[in-house]
T-cell receptor
Framework: NAGVTQTPKFQVLKTGQSMTLQCAQDMNHNSMYWYRQDPGMGLRLIYYSASEGTTDKGEVPNGYNVSRLNKREFSLRLESAAPSQTSVYFC??????????????FGEGSWLTVV | GDSVTQMEGPVTLSEEAFLTINCTYTATGYPSLFWYVQYPGEGLQLLLKATKADDKGSNKGFEATYRKETTSFHLEKGSVQVSDSAVYFCALINQAGTALIFGKGTTLSVSS
């Protein structure tokens, strides 16, 4: 089972460059998420999409844009990368928005370094 | 707002020792609670969950009980193995029901 697939797994960017992290899920889930993980900070929500065609800001959206291309795909774009965006990025999906017992499934992560 | 507080690590144990990782939460209402595990170089995997007060989640020898009176969801295992070495995250569904709110994670290191 593929589950949640992210690309690329590793990327090094120069300050000011742009890039897009791709995410796709094959579980027919409605909701998708982008988190970033930093040492000692746990995971923080960047953006989420409750359904195809909708996106909302999370805890740390500044410097990022997202696109819910279709039900399967949810991309994260850095328009002008900054060293503060060096992090591990996780895409995730869930069957529905919130609710009791909802379970969120994670991709394997994308390690991004901005120099 | 909603939040999760975990004991800080690292936690270092010998094989077959008893494990407790404390987790407390602040939330409106009765959120669902989760423990996720992250092995080195990998993504997060759901370890167990509980959806209402007094529920006990269990998986792979790990257990956690949803305690409303103490707003806690402590993770326990009676006998840890080297293969349990990982980072453990406590989490809850946020008030809006839109995403997980995570604690900062606790690193567990088990030696033989």
């Amino acid at each position: 089972n593929a589950g949640v697939t992210q690309t690329p797994k590793f990327q090094v960017l120069k300050t000011g460059q742009s890039m897009t992290l791709q995410c796709a899920q094959d579980m027919n889930h409605n909701s998708m998420y982008w988190y970033r993980q930093d040492p000692g900070m746990g995971l923080r929500l960047i953006y989420y999409s409750a359904s195809e065609g909708t996106t909302d800001k999370g805890e740390v959206p500044n410097g990022y844009n997202v696109s819910r291309l279709n039900k399967r795909e949810f991309s994260l774009r850095l328009e002008s990368a900054a060293p503060s965006q060096t992090s591990v990025y996780f895409c995730a999906s869930s069957p529905r928005e919130g609710g009791s017992g909802n379970t969120i499934y994670f991709g394997e992560g994308s390690w991004l370094t901005v120099v | 707002g909603d939040s999760v507080t975990q004991m800080e690590g690292p936690v270092t144990l010998s094989e077959e020792a008893f494990l407790t990782i404390n987790c407390t939460y602040t939330a409106t209402g009765y959120p669902s609670l989760f423990w996720y595990v992250q092995y080195p170089g990998e993504g997060l995997q759901l370890l167990l969950k509980a959806t209402k007060a007094d529920d006990k989640g269990s998986n792979k020898g790990f257990e956690a009980t949803y305690r409303k009176e103490t707003t806690s969801f402590h993770l326990e295992k009676g006998s840890v193995q080297v293969s349990d070495s990982a980072v453990y995250f406590c989490a809850l569904i946020n008030q809006a029901g839109t995403a997980l709110i995570f604690g900062k994670g606790t690193t567990l290191s088990v030696s033989s």
